[in-house]
């Protein structure tokens, strides 16, 4: 009966090892589950949204890695990162945060914002005046921001916020002339985002740091219930914004 037991008992022990490692392998070089904690990228992330991000997309780095161990010397396999992608990487002034906002930017490249307009090689990115955003916050007050489609010049178009007009504290800066090997990134929620406009806290990306590209919505709730709370789902869940892609 023991020897029975013990036999059980290592055949589970296999078990969870292989579901372990081949989890590991999924998240290395396949798809890596993310939350939003902060509101950087409203209008097109919310904060509660859980997404896949995916690994192969730039090629992998040391950041690929679980603990991001150095066993990945620079990036491999590598493939440039395109103008409007919503993209995963680790804050360059720690190298363990994860960070995630729009690729604006690429190497070569002169970034501006003037009077609140993007500025790229010295030509102003067009963008149209759409309806205010509407959001309700967790007492029921009803805030209305300003909200426009920004084209950027390869033609991918999102949309941004603009809390303060023209006239937030990132709205009038320097010239960013985007270094070899570098990105320049920025938040849909221009007014709110700490990103590429902000050093050294966050500045230029160096291609090594790019984890992957965010794709698909799976989850998003209010932050009303937890994820765990299922008879709560109903009135927390937002349905509408289940399995949608990231644009």
């Given at each position: 009966?023991?020897?029975?037991?013990?036999?059980g008992?290592?055949?589970?022990?296999?078990?969870?090892?292989?579901?372990?490692?081949?989890?590991m392998?999924?998240?290395?070089?396949?798809?890596?589950?993310?939350?939003?904690?902060?509101?950087?990228?409203?209008?097109?992330?919310?904060?509660?949204?859980?997404?896949?991000?995916?690994?192969?997309?730039?090629?992998?780095?040391?950041?690929?890695?679980?603990?991001?161990?150095?066993?990945?010397?620079?990036?491999?396999?590598?493939?440039?990162?395109?103008?409007?992608?919503?993209?995963?990487?680790?804050?360059?002034?720690?190298?363990?945060t994860?960070?995630?906002?729009?690729?604006?930017?690429?190497?070569g490249?002169?970034?501006?914002?003037?009077?609140?307009r993007?500025?790229?090689?010295?030509?102003?990115?067009?963008?149209?005046?759409?309806?205010?955003?509407?959001?309700?916050?967790?007492?029921?007050?009803?805030?209305?921001?300003?909200?426009?489609?920004?084209?950027?010049?390869?033609?991918?178009?999102?949309?941004?916020?603009?809390?303060?007009?023209?006239?937030?504290?990132?709205?009038?800066?320097?010239?960013?002339?985007?270094?070899?090997g570098?990105?320049?990134?920025?938040?849909?929620?221009?007014?709110?985002?700490?990103?590429?406009?902000?050093?050294?806290?966050?500045?230029?990306?160096?291609?090594?740091?790019?984890?992957?590209?965010?794709?698909?919505?799976?989850?998003?709730?209010?932050?009303?219930?937890?994820?765990?709370?299922?008879?709560?789902?109903?009135?927390?869940?937002?349905?509408?914004?289940?399995?949608?892609?990231?644009?």
């Open positions: 009966m023991k020897s029975k037991n013990k036999g008992f290592l055949e589970t022990l296999k078990t969870v090892v292989y579901a372990v490692l081949i989890a392998v999924v998240r290395t070089i396949g798809y890596e589950p993310f939350n939003i904690p902060s509101g950087s990228m409203i209008p097109t992330l919310l904060v509660g949204d859980y997404l896949f991000v995916s690994k192969f997309s730039y090629g992998f780095s040391k950041h690929s890695l679980i603990f991001s161990l150095p066993l990945i010397p620079g990036r491999i396999w590598y493939t440039e990162p395109k103008r409007g992608d919503v993209a995963v990487f680790k804050l360059p002034s720690d190298n363990s994860d960070y995630i906002k729009r690729i604006i930017g690429l190497p490249e002169k970034i501006q914002m003037r009077n609140g993007l500025f790229i090689n010295g030509k102003i990115v067009q963008r149209e005046r759409l309806k205010d955003f509407v959001q309700t916050s967790p007492n029921g007050n009803i805030k209305m921001t300003a909200r426009y489609k920004e084209i950027l010049p390869n033609g991918k178009s999102h949309d941004i916020l603009e809390e303060w007009g023209d006239k937030g504290p990132l709205d009038n800066t320097g010239v960013y002339q985007v270094p070899s570098h990105y320049f990134a920025m938040g849909d929620n221009r007014d709110n985002s700490q990103d590429s406009r902000v050093r050294p806290e966050v500045g230029f990306i160096p291609k090594e740091n790019l984890v992957g590209r965010a794709e698909i919505l799976f989850f998003s709730t209010n932050g009303k219930a937890r994820i765990w709370e299922i008879w709560n789902w109903p009135v927390t869940v937002r349905f509408i914004r289940l399995f949608k892609d990231i644009i």
